[in-house]
């Protein structure tokens, strides 16, 4: 078994006094979204025809609130300016929230790398015989959140799809955390996983979800979407769930009231149309349900995967695609500059390219590491936020799910419990 990549910060020797999340509260309801956040971006826009003529039906869009169009979306990642690009959606982003990036106290625990697939761009998964496969028991499970559990309100679990585990072993995985650990948020469970899942246990996948949602199960964290076009999936990640079953997945999760992430791997094989048709699957599916949180874009990662064919990408591909999906996705409150793939200085850039989530502090993270991430894992609170005050951000440490921050507001890292805005239910048709 690989040694897991853990974070010093978190050892129960390095707690400091008064870090403990058991006890925090507010008065948030929502994310802490400005609740006139339309308003000020219409007048932040003002005039429109100050904007390249190109842009300025785009420009006239985002004034208005409704959406953009996939050759609109196109258009924006075409335009040769990128800081322009970058300016449109920094200015979607502080409409919304001021100078805010968001963060969290989390840990990723790996639950089984052992797959019944073997998609091409995954470096994580091993056969059930590989000398380095594994797979947790639930004490296991537990012994890896233990020494952090003073200094997290989330773990977030993704794995491979065990041939032998059904629902039992995920309800007892879940609800012996809870018993545990009653204070942290489970984030769990891509639609694959839950499809494998419902698949070996004779259930649809919303009465799975209904099941672990009462063992325990708070979220999904809405990996695994890839490109939404099954064209790609056939060839990066044949057996997949396909594109639909995906947007299925997280309607399900949306209609019993579990909100989810949703996320892109991109730059494999995908074009640049279907990266915008991809925003724009997720974008209706938010105006149906709101369910969605936070999308979270990514690279290809390439070492020891089988995709020789992948295009790659550059850091400025990377911060126009962060760019091009605040704007594409007006509807989705977060987006997420995911630090454990495109490390912490672009993560950095990216807070002026329209994200305004800047992960969290992880402690420790296999899949992104196995495929080429050299992202520091060792990074205290402190440090966290002063890549974000670097960046001309305020650090709010956020929950899971948006409604509970603190405000870190001196160079020691010192911080206060805050009440944010509230947002405004429904989307801006």
């Not at 400091?16 to 925090?24: P, Q």
């Not at 979270?296 to 990662?301: H, R």
Request: aromatic share 8%.
């Amino acid at each position: 078994m690989k040694c897991a990549r853990i974070s010093n910060d978190f050892h129960p020797m390095n707690r400091s006094r008064g870090d403990s999340l058991k006890s925090w509260t507010s008065d948030a309801k929502s994310c802490g979204s400005n609740s006139d956040w339309l308003k000020i971006l219409d007048d932040s826009l003002s005039p429109t025809s100050d904007y390249p003529i190109e842009l300025q039906d785009i420009v006239h869009s985002m004034r208005n609130g409704t959406n953009l169009t996939v050759d609109q979306g196109i258009t924006l990642w075409n335009y040769h300016d990128i800081n322009i690009i970058g300016h449109l959606a920094y200015m979607s982003k502080k409409a919304r929230y001021g100078e805010q990036v968001f963060f969290n106290s989390n840990l990723h625990v790996n639950q089984t790398n052992i797959c019944t697939l073997a998609c091409k761009f995954c470096a994580f998964r091993r056969g059930k015989r590989a000398k380095d496969a594994y797979a947790l028991t639930v004490s296991e499970y537990l012994n890896r959140i233990q020494p952090y559990e003073g200094r997290i309100d989330e773990v977030h679990t993704v794995g491979g799809l065990h041939p032998e585990w059904d629902v039992e072993y995920y309800e007892n995985l879940f609800s012996s955390s809870k018993k545990h650990y009653p204070h942290i948020h489970i984030k769990s469970l891509s639609a694959v996983e839950v499809k494998h899942i419902a698949e070996m246990s004779g259930l649809s996948t919303r009465d799975l979800l209904r099941r672990l949602q009462k063992a325990g199960l708070d979220s999904l964290p809405g990996g695994g979407a890839e490109i939404l076009d099954d064209s790609v999936r056939n060839i990066i990640c044949f057996g997949k769930e396909s594109s639909d079953e995906y947007i299925m997945i997280h309607r399900d999760a949306h209609s019993i009231g579990m909100p989810t992430n949703c996320t892109m791997l991109f730059a494999t094989i995908e074009t640049v149309r279907q990266r915008i048709e991809h925003l724009c699957k997720l974008r209706d599916l938010q105006n149906e349900r709101h369910g969605f949180q936070c999308f979270v874009p990514y690279p290809y990662l390439p070492d020891n995967s089988r995709l020789p064919e992948a295009q790659l990408a550059s850091g400025s591909e990377i911060l126009r695609m962060i760019a091009v999906s605040r704007l594409m996705l007006h509807n989705i409150p977060h987006i997420k500059a995911y630090r454990m793939n495109i490390g912490d200085k672009i993560s950095e850039l990216a807070l002026h390219y329209g994200a305004d989530d800047f992960d969290g502090t992880v402690g420790h993270e296999e899949i992104m590491h196995e495929a080429g991430s050299n992202t520091n894992l060792s990074y205290s609170k402190k440090q966290l936020t002063r890549f974000i005050t670097d960046a001309k951000g305020i650090p709010v440490q956020r929950n899971s799910i948006y409604t509970k921050f603190r405000k870190f507001d001196d160079d020691d890292g010192h911080s206060q419990h805050i009440t944010l805005p509230v947002l405004t239910s429904g989307a801006v048709e």
